[in-house]
Antibody, heavy 122, light 109 residues
Framework: EVHLLESGGGLVQPGGSLRLSCAAS????????MSWVRQAPGKGLEWVSG????????FYADSVKGRFTISRDYSKSTLYLQMNSLRVDDTAVYYC???????????????WGLGTLVTVSS | QSALTQPASVSGSPGQSITISCTGT?????????VSWYQQHPGKAPKLMIY???NRPSGVSDRFSGSKSGNTASLTISGLQAEDEADYYC?????????FGGGTKLTVL
């Protein structure tokens, strides 16, 4: 059974940094692209970043480019999101999602974690 | 990356059918058959309901169906049930990124 568990969220001041983790199990981690998707309180879904399967090619939304870095550790089957220069409008629940296959095919998420809340406030 | 356009809300009575539209451009919906639909209940994670325009993942009811014409995709739910009340989001691939619609709140009257 596929399982995704995010961690690392919390309260951080504007300009601060945070690293999110997503522990994956139940599938061959290197075979699938992964994404981070966020949802601000009371708002809709926003794709943040994606990473391909074995090659680890990365992609970012314009809103986070240059501030966030997505990576994956194949030995630990874990996805990461390093978030720097955080802003108040980065406040959201951050979900990790497993793609159905390669990056840019099918859908970005057939399985989703429960999410982790990031609050950026002074 | 501009969001896809969905109606803010739709409603229907139990047993009826409803359709939610999702309008994009030739750079996203019109250019790729990688349109997905997600259902999200309050406080829960999104759930994939439709992928590649019209395909249902295993376990999703056949009351849910998807289609596309030009730059507009649609999700149809037939035989509405109380449990279908939720937010629905469309999503499309767009060259290197993914984009979501603003979401549609479905109310079952």
């Amino acid at each position: 059974e596929v399982h995704l568990l995010e961690s690392g969220g919390g309260l951080v001041q504007p300009g601060g940094s945070l690293r999110l983790s997503c522990a994956a199990s139940g599938f061959i981690f290197s075979n699938y692209a992964m994404s981070w998707v966020r949802q601000a309180p009371g708002k809709g879904l926003e794709w943040v970043s994606g990473i391909s399967g074995s090659a680890g090619t990365t992609f970012y939304a314009d809103s986070v480019k240059g501030r966030f870095t997505i990576s994956r550790d194949y030995s630990k089957s874990t996805l990461y999101l390093q978030m720097n220069s955080l802003r108040v409008d980065d406040t959201a629940v951050y979900y990790c999602a497993k793609a159905q296959g390669a990056y840019g095919s099918s859908s970005l998420g057939d399985y989703w974690g429960l999410g982790t809340l990031v609050t950026v406030s002074s | 990356q501009s969001a896809l356009t969905q109606p803010a809300s739709v409603s229907g009575s139990p047993g009826q059918s409803i359709t939610i539209s999702c309008t994009g451009t030739s750079n996203d919906i019109g250019g790729y058959n990688y349109v997905s639909w997600y259902q999200q209940h309050p406080g829960k994670a999104p759930k994939l309901m439709i992928y590649e325009v019209s395909n249902r993942p295993s376990g999703v009811s056949d009351r849910f169906s998807g289609s596309k014409s030009g730059n507009t995709a649609s999700l149809t739910i037939s035989g509405l049930q109380a449990e279908d009340e939720a937010d629905y989001y469309c999503s499309s691939y767009t060259s290197t990124n993914w984009v979501f619609g603003g979401g549609t709140k479905l109310t079952v009257l």
